[in-house]
Every structure is written in C-alpha cells, then in structure tokens.
C-alpha cells in the first residue's frame, strides 16, 4: 500500500479496497474471544473496524493484542472497506473496515485524565445519561485546561480552532485585497500603549518597559511612515485583575489602521464589510464546525443585517433609559448595560450585531479624536455581538501638541511615548483604525459562554500553565 486513506474519506465508494488509515483509539469493545470492535479516530471523524479471528488472516494473538490497546494510541490499521446493512451507531463515517493488521505507533497511558467521550458530551446528553443512572464524570473547566492537549481532541473544541483559524484567514484576504499591508509591531515596548493600570512590567536590560498592551502607537507610526493601511495579528498583554468569562491576560489582536480622507465612518465602513463576508463565509464554509459545536454547546446562528446598523452612544443611552434603565449618559456602559441595549437593539432591528458610535471622550483613550462640534463626545466606536464588546475603535489625534495635551490629561507620563508623539511632528495624515479580540469573536459567533473556551491555552489571572 502506497497511499494513507484520511479516515474522514472512507465512504462506500472504497468498497472492498484495501485501505490504510493512521488515527486514534477511540474505543474498544471485545465480543467473546474472536473478535473486537475498534473505533479509531482521525481529525473529528471516526470508523469501526472489526477485528475478527479468520484462519491465515488474523490470528487469535491479533484480536487479543488489540483487545488490550489503551484508548487514545495512535494505531495504524490495514484492512478491507465493507458496508453493513444497518446503520453504524458510535461513528462518523458509515462503512467499517475488516481489519487485516494493527500496529501501534504510540502508546497512551491506560487511564487518561479526561475521559475524551464525556468531554464531547452535551449539558443534556449528561443529563440523560446521569438520570439513566450510567456512571460518568462531568469534566469541569479547570480539569479540561489542566489536560488540555487531550480536552482540544473532542469534535467542538477540533470546530472552535478550526473557525479561530478561518477568522484569521479571512480577516487577513480581505485586508489584503483592500489595499492593506501586514506589520509586524515589536511587543517589548517602553511605556504603556493603552494607559490604565493593565501592564506587565519587566526590565528590559535596565530599562523599565513593559509587554505591549495592544500594537497601537506602532500602527499608527506606520501609517506617519507612508503605509497608508496597515494591519497587524499579533499578541497582545494585559495584567488583567478580574477573573470574568471575558478577559484573558493574554490574547490575539487583529489591528487595523488606515488613513482617513474625511469622516471616521471611512473605518466603520470597513469594520461593515469585513465583518459581513466574515460571518457570510464562516456560515457557508464551515458548516461541519458549526455543527460540531452546535452538537455539544447549543447556540443559535448570529442574527446580523446586510449593512451593519450604526447607533450613535446618545442614541443608545435614550433607548436604555426608555426602557427604564438608569444610566449616566456621560459614562461608560458596564456589561450589564452593554447586554440589555444588545437585546433591545434585537428587539428593535432585528440584529445582533452593531456599531456604536461618538462615544463621551472622557471614556476613551487618550489617543481618540474629539468631534469637531462637540468635543465632549469623540470620533470612536465599539462593535458587539450579542451584546458583548468585540472591537474598539476611533480616529487618532494626529497634531502632536495636541496629544502630549491629551496624554498628560490622561495621566501618562509623556516622557514614556515621546518617540511615538514625535512621530506626528514630521507631517502625519489624519487617521483611524480599530482592535478585535480573536478569542472573543470566536467566542461570541459561536454562542459560547466562556473565552477560555476559545484559546487554545488560555492565560488569566490564574493560569500561565500548560
Ligand atoms: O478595547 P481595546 O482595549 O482597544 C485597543 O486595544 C485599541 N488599541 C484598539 C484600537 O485600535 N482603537 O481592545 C480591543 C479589543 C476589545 O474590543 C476586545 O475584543 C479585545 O480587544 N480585548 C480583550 N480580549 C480578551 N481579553 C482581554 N483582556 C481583552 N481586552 C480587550
């Protein structure tokens, strides 16, 4: 045999053809001393093979050698393609194969940490089983973070990286197709990028600096250096103190930047279309993902309109407060206030997916054009699904005198971005762009309850281990 058929290709096409497969042992079961059932698994798809004592073929040792496997080997499997009659229960592709030979590439220890069918179960598959009195164990988060190598081996979390990859890939085809160059920003920085209390410091040879909370002052340098539109997918650092469902001390940025001719809404408008072929093309192209997810953490598609709807913060303060929600319309909205306009925008239009724009300056970075006719509020927006933040954005105060201004007000040391600030003083073109966070879109698209969910080995207050 030459070729390695992938086991997620084996359909009745490959009828009596001699196949070789490389995967995981997913299960085993033994039926008397002759013959054994063996689920292997490859990438999310799984195939029964039958081990079946047969004179000249396969030995009694052979049936008895794989009765004896740990779940979880990397098996080599060599046999016959064939196809019941009956529906095969407990794997994805419906053919089985008559195994021939088995060998064993790499040995799993005999009790595994995580049980990888209970941490494919749904919250109701548990139920069931649990009322049914069947004996499992429900793997709580920490225990699938501490293992996490065999947790990610389950069919949701195999969907939830391949869409984190796609959201990637998209967003990077699409920039690229508008125009825009990919940069790498330096993530050692010298004073903090985003202000507040959020910084890892280190010494950096003697010097105080810090890991860079966000690639903003070097974005916004390469586009003084005549890039024009830039965007970066990067990590980003953030000592976060609160433990929520939201925050990591570490995720993936998606930064954009680009030169602005009149209006900030030249970025909004790229926040619409990227956003709108992204959900388009996942939609279309993942479906198998979806479904993956779907089948262990229900979730209803994303609701979101052909042209993203646009709100202006006074527009949203006004329906929260017509729905009786007391709020300061000068302040910033809490997550509590964030979900209900989330719900009362679906209400009202339908989507679940929108922009907020001409947030009060007071709230916003120190690097955030006020408006021009009313500097109280400022040419920036944020960007929710299913009323959760997922993109900050604005235009950039391009007039260096007036960002030192600005910076010193905000409480940082310009001494800290004096390179950065200087950066303006040799023309700079008016400009804006806006921050994603990866692990929150994937999180947010696909419904689910937590961002540790979606990154691959998540960093928070608590956790720097695996
Ligand atoms: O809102 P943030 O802090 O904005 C910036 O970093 C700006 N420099 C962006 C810009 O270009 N104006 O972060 C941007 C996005 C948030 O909307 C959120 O999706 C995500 O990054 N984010 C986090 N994700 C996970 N854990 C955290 N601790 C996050 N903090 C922000």
């Not at 002759?34 to 799984?46: D, P, Q, S, W």
């Not at 009323?387 to 905000?410: D, K």
Request: glycine residues 8%; contains cysteine.
């Amino acid at each position: 045999i030459e070729n390695w058929t992938q086991v997620g290709s084996l359909t009745g096409e490959l009828k009596d053809k001699y196949v070789l497969l490389r995967g995981r042992v997913q299960t085993i079961r033994a039926v008397a001393k002759k013959m054994a059932f063996l689920v292997v698994r490859e990438k999310g798809f799984t195939v029964q093979c039958v081990v079946s004592e047969q004179p000249e073929l396969v030995s009694r040792q052979m049936v008895k050698y794989v009765v004896g496997l740990s779940r979880e080997s990397i098996v080599d499997v060599e046999g016959v393609v064939s196809v019941p009659n009956v529906a095969i229960k407990g794997a994805t592709q419906q053919v089985e194969i008559q195994v021939r030979k088995v060998y064993c590439i790499s040995k799993a220890m005999p009790t595994l940490p995580i049980n990888i069918e209970d941490a494919a179960r749904s919250e109701a598959e548990i139920e069931k089983a649990l009322q049914a009195g069947e004996q499992l164990v429900r793997v709580n988060q920490d225990t699938r973070l501490n293992y996490r190598v065999l947790d990610i081996r389950t069919p949701a979390n195999q969907g939830i990286f391949r869409i984190q990859c796609q959201v990637g890939a998209i967003f990077r085809q699409f920039l690229l197709s508008e125009g825009f160059v990919e940069i790498h920003t330096p993530k050692l920085i010298g004073g903090s990028s985003e202000g507040g209390a959020s910084v890892f410091r280190l010494d950096y040879k003697g010097q105080p600096a810090c890991l860079a909370q966000s690639p903003q002052l070097h974005k916004q340098m390469a586009i003084c250096g005549d890039f024009g539109r830039v965007f970066e997918i990067g990590p980003v650092f953030r000592a976060e103190d609160s433990y929520t469902h939201r925050h990591l001390c570490e995720f993936t940025g998606l930064d954009v930047e680009m030169e602005i001719k009149t209006h900030y809404s030249e970025v909004m408008n790229i926040v619409d279309r990227l956003f709108v072929k992204m959900f388009d093309s996942l939609n279309e192209n993942c479906k198998k993902e979806l479904e993956a997810i779907d089948r262990q953490y229900p979730f209803e598609p994303l609701k979101y309109l052909r042209n993203t709807l646009r709100l202006t913060f006074e527009e949203g303060i006004q329906m929260l407060k017509d729905a009786g929600v007391e709020i300061d319309p000068l302040g910033d909205l809490n997550t509590e206030a964030e979900r209900k306009l989330g719900q009362l925008v679906l209400e009202k239009y339908g989507t679940e997916f929108y922009i907020l724009h001409r947030y009060p300056l007071a709230v916003r970075p120190f690097y955030t054009m006020p408006c021009y006719d009313n500097p109280t509020y400022s040419n920036s927006f944020d960007v929710f699904i299913r009323g959760e933040e997922i993109i900050s954005g604005a235009q950039r105060v391009h007039v260096p005198e007036f960002l030192a201004e600005r910076a010193q007000a905000c409480g940082i040391d310009v001494k800290t971005i004096e390179t950065y600030i200087d950066s303006f003083r040799y023309g700079a073109p008016p400009h804006g762009g806006f921050g994603v966070g990866l692990e929150r879109v994937v999180m947010l698209f696909c419904g689910l309850n937590n961002i540790r969910k979606t990154s691959l080995f998540p960093r928070d207050p608590q956790r720097i281990a695996p």
